[in-house]
């Protein structure tokens, strides 16, 4: 069974960085798309950043230059570098993947939908 086990998350002023961790047990695809969304109180999941199995990665406009989704394929694990943080990144983030795709996933999907995988979260608070 697919694990998904998020770390790195934690309480830090604004300005600060963060780097977030997910690691992938018994996730063997060659073709597919992972992604970190984010929840905040009282608002939707949205999705962060993706990154597909060629390395292409998108973004939500708001972390833009501030944030950096990677990946680790020998260590089996999704990184999302978070810097100059603001109190609006304060949320629950997760990290999600795709079940094993048969094409390339090159346009970009920050949808929940699109993703069949999901850790159980990791809380990012941001104090001014």
């Known amino acids: 069974q697919v694990q998904l086990v998020e770390s790195g998350g934690g309480s830090v002023q604004s300005g600060g960085s963060l780097r977030l961790s997910c690691a992938l047990s018994?996730?063997?695809?060659?073709?597919?798309?992972m992604a970190w969304f984010r929840q905040a109180p009282g608002k939707e999941r949205e999705g962060v950043a993706n990154?597909?199995?060629?390395?292409?990665?998108s973004y939500t406009d708001s972390v833009k230059g501030r944030f950096t989704i990677s990946q680790d394929n020998g260590k089996n694990t999704l990184y999302l570098q978070m810097n100059t943080l603001t109190p609006e990144d304060t949320a629950m983030y997760y990290c999600?993947?795709?079940?094993?795709?048969?094409?390339?996933?090159?346009?970009?999907?920050?949808?929940?939908?699109?993703?069949?995988?999901w850790g159980q979260g990791t809380q990012v608070t941001v104090s001014s």
């Open positions: 990154i597909n199995s060629v390395g292409s990665t």
């Open positions: 999600a993947a795709t079940r094993c795709l048969t094409y390339e996933m090159y346009l970009p999907r920050r949808d929940a939908p699109a993703y069949n995988y």
């Open positions: 018994k996730y063997t695809c060659a073709k597919y798309s």
